[in-house]
């Protein structure tokens, strides 16, 4: 690979930051610094995490970033069961179809720190 960018997981956490950001916009006005911007920084900090792990300069920091990529997809799932509870979310934009996606995008990251581990 060249580079991030063609990683299938890196694609998927970010096109499920914007999705995550798109869904927010329906908070509560008093929710902006709160639960949603907190939504909003965890489902970045996937992708980012990603990106930053790939430009470091060994396997053992990528795996780090990896790890911290996947602390943040379980922070994102706390932050949407929340407000789940919570019903910040439009109708037909709850947070179930979110959880299965973040479980999927968890799986992803675990075979690849797996993977880079087993090298």
Not at 28 to 38: H, K, N, V, Y
Not at 55 to 65: N, V
Not at 84 to 107: M, R, S, T
């Amino acid at each position: 690979m060249k580079n991030y960018k063609e990683l299938e997981v890196w694609q998927k956490s970010k096109n499920f930051a914007v999705t995550v950001y798109r869904a927010t916009e329906a908070f509560p006005r008093a929710e902006l610094f709160g639960l949603s911007a907190q939504i909003r920084r965890a489902a970045t900090s996937v992708p980012a995490n990603i990106a930053e792990g790939w430009g470091r300069g060994s396997t053992r920091e990528y795996i780090q970033f990896l790890l911290i990529a996947r602390g943040s997809l379980m922070e994102l799932e706390t932050h949407l069961i929340v407000a789940d509870e919570l019903h910040y979310f439009k109708p037909g934009n709850v947070a179930g179809p979110f959880l299965e996606e973040i479980k999927g995008i968890g799986q992803m990251l675990n075979r690849l720190i797996q993977a880079l581990r087993d090298r």
